[in-house]
């Protein structure tokens, strides 16, 4: 087993994977189950013209962003969280890596509740399954734990067998949808009024922005910056857009407002079971190896193989309490908070000390930095209003969130504020 995947240094340039392999791992944050519900409540809550333009919209915002944090992890060969560490400080950051750890386990536990929940219904569609739903529960999170302490390169070996069936199946949705009307008839369904343009953007940005914050994790491996374009690129333009698409067009097509229930009467049972296995296993794999890494970097003497073990066990474990239905909302609110992080980091290495963030440089971090602090403090402040509609700006509320701490760190740091935040 690979145990070492470099939590608190640089990834090594003969330890790189050729682009599009990183690539097909970071596609399943886009062709999986919960980007089919997406659009499958998008096509029958909003107008036709607000469903097309938000989703083609929240896709490129979602790609901007996934371009300049892949673009970072693969220039500086850091994971997001190490990252994190040289932008906040090295106290500053542990707090927040920890916490982040926490959300990612809390997501780990849903994402067994809801995968075990799927496949008792499939199974018992498929081959009248009656029994109980943990076996199943047990069986995926020890699947997923196994999978995230190989590393990295067995979450690769999987993607480059998931992900084309995975298309298929996409594919085979939208040739039984376009067999009830053209395209364009099929949008003709959808209601006249409903859900506005900013609020189907969010919809569409606010599912997977924190997969676009945490790209660094697997792009770090990727040692020329044109691959971690196309990462971005193929992961939320390309794949993203067009099964949030196909989503949509599948329950217009067959008015189910249910993505099982849908693929079922599309005679697509298989193709269902591939999507909930294949797709989780590897989403929530990639959830536990980020979980990893964060908890690595907030505590670097912590062993990542007992670590991804310890994880798997107490994400797995609750799940079988049944307790998340009432965690979900924390866990939303407390992952939009992460938000900020990602511009913070990117305006430090792109605008103000890039050369902190290379070589040696990089392990010379002060115990706090208060100026991003502060930043991320009005950033995430920004995105909890955002989220519960008391405050709007571009009407995005990750949208907003990136950019006040973007412009506060900017003014922060500005001379001669700068030597201020920095004597706090």
Sequence with gaps: MDLDEFATTPVPADRSVIWWKIALTNVLFSVCLPTLITGLDLAVAAPRANFLSGVIVGSLILTFIGIWTSVLGCRTRLSSYMLARIAFGSAGSALLNLVFAFSLLGWFGVNINLFGDAMARLCAALWHYQGPVWPIELFAGLLMTWTTLVGLRAINMLSLIIVPILCVVCALMLLVSVKHGSIVELLRRAPPSGMSFGDTVSAVVGGVIVGAVIMPDTCRFIDRAYGAVWTAVLTYFVSGAAVTLIGGLAGLATGRAEILD??????????????????????????????????????????????????????????????????????????VVFVPIAAIIAVDFFLIRPTAYLGSASAHVKPVEPAALLAWGLGAAVAVLGSTGYLRLSGIAAVDAMLVSGVVFMALRFRPWAAVTESV
């Excluded at 697509?268 to 591939?274: D, E």
């Excluded at 294949?278 to 907030?298: D, Q």
């Excluded at 670097?300 to 193989?305: E, V």
């Design 262 to 335: 849908l693929m079922l009467s599309m005679g697509l049972g298989t193709g269902a079971f591939a999507i909930v296995l294949g797709g989780s296993w590897v989403l929530n794999s990639l959830n536990l190896y980020s979980t990893s890494l964060s908890i690595g970097a907030a505590a670097p003497r912590t062993h990542r193989g007992l670590t991804t073990m310890v994880c798997g066990v107490v994400g797995t474990f609750t799940a079988f309490m049944q307790i998340l239905d009432h965690f979900l909302t924390f866990l939303f609110y407390l992952s």
